[in-house]
């Protein structure tokens, strides 16, 4: 049965890399449920899932000349579909620093004391927080943030594989987000 899939799936691709827009639509509305559900676990609540989908398929699409038929098509979907997620995440956290060095910048004319102390406080709870993620993916984090390395260039000096490393990464976004949300939550209550 999984091998007629795969021959099926073969045929519209090799419709679909010659422009078939019927094979393209078919292999949408097998795989946009799975596409959408990858990407909502992945991304923060405030971005829309569904427009970020489309966004996967439109890359497939404007690339179609350049699938291999030969191979399986979920492989290649989704690593459009993790990369087009790390760009939004990039994205996001440029985004929020952006935003905190203005407010940051707005504020030293004004009370330059008080942001030396938030800035030293934010500082120490990110101190605290990374402290607290296992040594391993600290690692992985550092490298990615703080010195800038690629996923492949972090799974080589560490020599294990990229998608560990996205895991990894991955694993330490989410960790991020819980402790903020906590942080807030206290906030609210006080």
């Known amino acids: 049965m999984e091998e007629k899939k795969y021959v099926d799936e073969q045929v519209l691709i090799q419709k679909l890399v010659s422009g078939d827009e019927m094979a393209f639509e078919l292999l949408f509305y097998r795989y946009r449920g799975k596409v959408a559900n990858f990407i909502r676990r992945s991304v923060p609540p405030q971005v829309d899932v569904e427009e970020t ?9 404007l690339s179609r000349e350049r ?3 030969q191979r399986f098509f979920a492989p290649y979907l989704f690593r459009i579909a993790r990369n087009l997620v790390i760009d939004l ?3 996001n956290v440029e985004h929020t620093i952006y935003l905190q060095n203005e407010s940051f910048s707005a504020d030293f004319c004004s009370n330059e004391a008080e942001l030396n102390i938030e800035e030293r ?9 990374m402290n607290k993620l ?3 993916r600290k690692k992985i984090f550092m490298m990615s943030r703080f010195q800038g390395l690629t996923y492949p260039e972090i799974a080589k000096n560490l020599n294990i594989s990229e998608n560990t490393v996205d895991t990894q990464i991955r694993r330490s976004l989410d960790y991020f987000r819980n402790e903020l949300k906590r942080i807030k939550i206290l906030l609210l209550f006080f």
């Open 53 to 61: 989908a489309l966004e996967v398929f439109l890359r497939v699409w």
């Open 67 to 69: 699938i291999d038929s």
């Open 89 to 91: 995440l990039r994205r």
């Open 121 to 129: 406080e934010l500082q120490s709870w990110l101190e605290s927080v």
């Open 134 to 136: 296992p040594e391993q």
